[in-house]
């Protein structure tokens, strides 16, 4: 699923570059300069998570969060030139889920969205966690560690399965290897990403010779198609 981020600040140029680094990551972008254009760029479907400064013209941040907190679900993180924590306090009644204060790091900034992200991914996963994955002649069944092929059962390692799942939790969309290790091993575990080449590498040789479930894309990961010929 491509992940799609609503920034909203008056600040132009911090918006530009918020939107840079998020798009070299995979993540789409919509962007917004005011409080009454995130009132209304929120109700574009298919967003995932709104980076919010509190500072803007008409409406300030707060009360956009405020506002919107009872019709989205998704992660609201709050940018801010105050570094008083009743600032913060305030921010998180309202219904903002994280605060930053300006200036900040692209970096922690980009990983914190990536942080909300992942959560949310495992967070709908886990409303029917064990409901079989069927993609054409292929099963998966992530309660038993289970995979299926026209009804014949794929042994398949631990790991193996567990990349499985998240790169078909993923249909379509590319997924580094760094995306992949830390998914199955661990954020924080720093280790080979050869392994998850050579994970995928017997996994392939098991589902399907002609690497028709799981595509390399040159210089970017892999993605999960299906059985669908791409």
């Known amino acids: 699923m491509m992940h799609k981020v609503l920034i909203a600040d008056d600040d132009r140029d911090i918006v530009r570059l918020i939107a840079d680094s998020l798009q070299e990551e995979g993540i789409d972008t919509v962007l917004a300069y005011s409080g009454t254009e995130v009132v209304a760029l929120a109700e574009e479907p298919g967003l995932s998570l709104l980076i919010l400064d509190i500072m803007m013209p008409g409406m300030n941040g707060l009360e956009v969060c405020k506002r919107l907190r009872e019709k989205l679900r998704i992660p ?83 790991k193996e399965f567990q990349i499985l799942i998240f790169l078909a939790s993923h249909p379509n969309q590319v997924l580094s290897r760094e995306q992949i290790y830390d998914a199955v091993w661990g954020f924080g575990e720093y280790g080979e990403l050869n392994t998850v080449t050579v994970h995928i590498k017997n996994l392939r040789a098991k589902l399907d010779p002609d690497n028709r479930y799981i595509v390399t894309v040159w210089g970017v990961g892999y993605k999960f198609t299906g059985g669908r010929i791409v």
């Open 76 to 158: 609201i993180l709050l940018l801010s030139a105050k570094d008083r924590d009743l600032d913060k306090v305030v921010g998180l009644e309202v219904g903002a889920d994280d605060y930053m204060t300006k200036p900040f790091s692209i970096d922690v900034l980009v990983a914190k969205v990536k942080a909300h992200l992942r959560r949310e991914e495992r967070s709908r996963a886990a409303d029917d966690p064990e409901a079989p994955l069927r993609w054409g002649e292929l099963e998966i069944r992530p309660s038993t560690f289970e995979v299926f092929k026209n009804g014949s059962r794929i042994e398949c390692s631990t």
